[in-house]
């Protein structure tokens, strides 16, 4: 079973960066494509970036591409987001999740971590 815990969350100025990282403790996900989502408080919840298995593969929402970049260490079962020029925005709770593929709907992926706060401020 795959057991996903976010950290790296927190508060940041507008123009700031954050990293986020995802860790898989039950060490089952290296094999799997792996996705960030994130849902701002009233607001359904989006796609912001996935990676495939390999991290041959990377897709970006328009509204991130160029700010984010998700990365991948399967030695340390683990799945970075690295996200610069932070806007207002960006404020979501930001979720990882292992899927069968680095396609954007949320069906995709059946395991899912808690999530970690972004906010930032203006």
């Known amino acids: 079973q795959v057991q996903l815990v976010e950290s790296g969350g927190g508060l940041v100025q507008a123009g700031g960066s954050l990293r986020l990282s995802c860790t898989d403790s039950?060490?089952?996900?290296?094999?799997?494509?792996m996705g960030w989502f994130r849902q701002a408080p009233g607001k359904e919840q989006e796609f912001v970036s996935a990676i495939s298995w390999n991290a041959y593969v990377t897709d970006y929402s328009d509204s991130v591409k160029g700010r984010f970049a998700i990365t991948r260490d399967n030695a340390k079962n683990t799945v970075y987001l690295q996200m610069n020029f932070l806007k207002p925005e960006d404020t979501a709770v930001y979720y990882c999740?292992?899927?069968?593929?680095?396609?954007?709907?949320?069906?995709?992926?059946?395991?899912w971590g808690q999530g970690t706060q972004v906010t930032v401020s203006s």
């Open positions: 999740a292992v899927g069968r593929s680095t396609a954007r709907s949320s069906s995709n992926y059946p395991y």
């Open positions: 039950k060490r089952t996900s290296s094999a799997y494509a």
